[in-house]
């Protein structure tokens, strides 16, 4: 054998055990890395389980995150947390210890967790955070602050306001809190709290604004319109481009009956947010009361541009439509309306009377039911409806209806005068005469009952009652 081969075969016997121990080294390298990359799913897991109230699945994955990882300290916190829930209180004070050697200050690492979970709309998983950073510091008004606000998108209202109350109680002069906690008083409706906040809000700051609005809107929700009208003009004092502040003030004066000055305040808003479609809605609905119906479809039409799921703004256009004789957008509106908010007897009924009033009495008499569906008490659907009836020469069911309203408003005096004409177009003079009778005396005035009684009386020859009854209907009435 050459002697440079048994040279080299020498040397590599002697580099072998060399290569292997560098080979195991770099593999049980790699090893510890893979493991270490492991502890932040043990650890996603280990929270997963301990919101699921699973705590020994908890502690185990918390455990195997920090065998991986002995310097990851959420772990130790989160086991921390796990053991103190179990009741292993020594193990929960050596993990929280543990914790604070690793990161001294891991309440706000939670706090800005928790905000980011409350920007994603995960409000529930937001408070777990916050409520990790204060069992790390339970005077942190930070994390308590940022937990009230989660409960209240949550709903949880007294939850919220005890935390309000903490902070208060750490920062009595700031008025953060006592706003917040006077705004989740409104979303509860405990608007005298809401009202009480306010003033310990305006001894602190006289000039503020929110807490003169808070205070108008509390006020309106109990039914007052003076106090509103006052403090919403104090707010407009203070911030006159506050376009909120005169829509609510004329929300006010609307109630107090200050027509003109609604409107003055609804057109104000609009100026100062033209995208304010309540404000096009409210108005449109006073200057409906004026008489000014192409200016109320105007506005009405403005709030449904503005928000077309606005289906009191479609009824309401539909309803002005109708009075105007517009029968074909009025169906259009209503038939929006009713796409938008299903179980409204209200557009149901005024689509069917607009189909009534366009000959089309079957489509008609099918919304009549489809409204006496959601309110089987309305004289007037029934009475309505009736109308279709007789228009088709169903009698029998015209009658019914009718009959049928006069249960429900016994001072009907046309619903007594069209059963009257039914029973007439029927020869039942006898039962007509009855019905006019009841609808003279219940309407003195409408001279069209003295007519149709005589007509009926001839029918009979009553002559001499035709003859009376017909002077009483060409007679003047005062």
């Avoid at 689509?351 to 008490?377: C, K, P, V, W, Y």
Wanted: hydrophobic letters at 45%.
């Amino acid at each position: 054998m050459p002697r440079t081969i048994i040279r080299s075969q020498f040397h590599m016997k002697k580099l072998f055990p060399l290569i292997a121990a560098v080979a195991v080294a770099v593999l049980s390298t790699a090893c510890t890395h893979k493991e270490k990359d492991l502890a932040p799913e043990f650890l996603e897991r280990g929270k997963a389980n301990l919101e699921k109230g699973d705590l020994a699945a908890a502690i185990a994955d918390f455990t195997r995150a920090v065998k991986r990882d002995p310097r990851l300290a959420e772990a130790f916190l989160f086991r921390a947390y796990a053991f103190a829930e179990n009741g292993k209180f020594d193990n929960a004070i050596s993990d929280a210890k543990r914790s604070l050697k690793l990161d001294p200050q891991p309440a706000e690492t939670y706090i800005e967790q928790g905000r980011e979970f409350a920007e994603q709309g995960n409000f529930a998983r937001a408070i777990v955070r916050y409520t990790q950073a204060i069992r790390l510091d339970r005077r942190n008004a930070d994390a308590l602050m940022a937990r009230g606000n989660a409960f209240v998108e949550r709903g949880d209202y007294d939850k919220a306001i005890n935390d309000f109350n903490r902070v208060i109680s750490l920062r009595p002069r700031d008025t953060e809190p006592l706003f917040a906690r006077a705004n989740a008083h409104v979303k509860k409706k405990d608007f005298p709290n809401a009202i009480a906040v306010c003033g310990r809000i305006l001894r602190i700051d006289p000039d503020n604004a929110q807490a003169y609005f808070i205070l108008g809107t509390s006020y309106a929700a109990l039914g007052a319109w003076v106090n509103p009208i006052q403090n919403f003009t104090r707010v407009i004092e203070l911030d006159p481009s506050n376009a909120a502040a005169y829509f609510n003030r004329g929300n006010a004066n609307a109630r107090g009956n200050k027509f003109d000055l609604a409107l003055a305040d609804y057109t104000r808003a609009i100026e100062l947010d033209p995208q304010l479609a309540e404000a096009y809605f409210r108005r449109g609905h006073l200057l409906a009361d004026k008489g000014d119906f192409d200016a109320a479809i105007a506005d009405y039409a403005k709030a449904t541009e503005l928000d077309p799921q606005f289906a009191n703004a479609f009824y309401n256009r539909a309803s002005e439509q109708l009075e105007k004789g517009d029968n074909e957008r009025a169906i259009a509106n209503f038939t929006q309306a009713i796409a938008l908010e299903q179980n409204t007897t209200s557009a149901f009924y005024g689509r069917a009377r607009a189909n009534a009033r366009n000959g089309d009495h079957m489509t008609a008499i099918a919304d009549f039911i489809r409204s006496l569906e959601f309110d089987s008490q309305n004289a007037s659907a029934y009475f309505e409806r009736a109308l279709s009836y007789a228009a088709i020469n169903s009698y029998d069911d015209a009658i019914s209806d009718h009959t049928q309203a006069l249960e429900f408003n016994p001072e009907y005096a046309m619903a007594y005068y069209h059963r009257g004409l039914v029973h007439a177009a029927r020869g039942d003079h006898a039962a007509a005469i009855a019905d006019f009778n009841r609808a003279i005396a219940l309407d003195p005035k409408h001279t069209a009952s003295y007519r149709r009684l005589a007509s009926s009386h001839a029918a009979m020859r009553a002559y001499f009652q035709f003859v009376l009854n017909h002077m009483k209907a060409i007679l003047p009435w005062k």
